[in-house]
């Protein structure tokens, strides 16, 4: 069965700083791998997603998110943070083909929390 | 329409009724999920549709809970004989392609559910 693992429940970054939320997952196959962002009282709103081809990937709001097979991780990361970043990020993952474990399974969520 | 639009966004009920929360997906989207998310927590999957068909059932907790889409598009989520515990965040997603095709998926508002 697959399963998404967020480590860190929150994460603490000054203004312009580099930011790390942290994913590591597991499916059987090859994975693919989703970002989703929620702001207070709102649904979730998709950020990128890694499907085939180069391990770092590049989504909305200047993240971007980077795939290691070897360790079964899919980081976010922003270079310099904005206050406007602090919110719910989710991390999912789906296992690759049409079979019946194809779900969308979400992790259990990192808060980010930026200061000015 | 727009986005996808859930019914009744707010449903205070008191236990041992039956509830019934709808989902009127992005038209023209195949794939629709139904998850449940507590608060601060991350959604937990409990079912999802290809065009009419239910694909996965695993995620719902019990006997109590059922879901269909006859027609392919709007979608029903019914808990008989509600729990205390079945309070929490119900959120429903549509994906333009089948699941297989890895869409990203909206996410509507969501229907809070309270059992009294």
């Known amino acids: 069965a697959q399963s998404v693992a967020q480590p860190e429940d929150q994460v603490n970054v000054a203004e312009g700083n580099p930011l790390t939320v942290k994913c590591t997952y597991s499916v059987s196959g090859n994975p693919y791998l989703f970002w989703y962002v929620q702001y207070p009282n709102r649904g979730l709103q998709f950020l990128l997603k890694y499907i085939t081809g180069d391990n770092l990937v590049k989504g909305s709001y200047g993240f971007e998110a980077e795939f290691n097979k070897s360790q079964t991780s899919f980081h976010l990361k922003k270079p310099s943070a904005l206050v406007s970043d602090s919110a719910l990020y989710f991390c999912a993952v789906r296992a690759s083909g049409y079979s019946s474990a194809s779900k969308i399974i979400f992790g259990s969520g990192t808060r980010l929390s930026i200061r000015p | 329409g727009a986005g996808v639009s859930q019914s009744p966004r707010y449903k205070v009920t008191k236990r041992g009724q039956d509830v019934a929360l709808r989902c009127d997906p992005i038209?023209?989207?195949?794939?629709l999920y139904w998850y449940r998310q507590a608060l601060g927590q991350g959604p937990e999957f409990l079912t999802y549709f290809n065009y009419e068909a239910q694909q996965d059932k695993s995620g719902l907790p019990n006997d109590r809970f059922s879901a269909e889409r006859p027609e392919g598009s709007i979608s029903t989520l019914t808990i008989q004989r509600t729990e205390q515990r079945d309070s929490a965040m119900y959120r429903c997603a549509s994906s333009q392609v089948q699941v297989g095709d890895t869409g990203e998926l909206f996410f509507g508002e969501g229907s809070r559910l309270t059992v009294l």
């Open positions: 038209s023209g989207h195949v794939s």
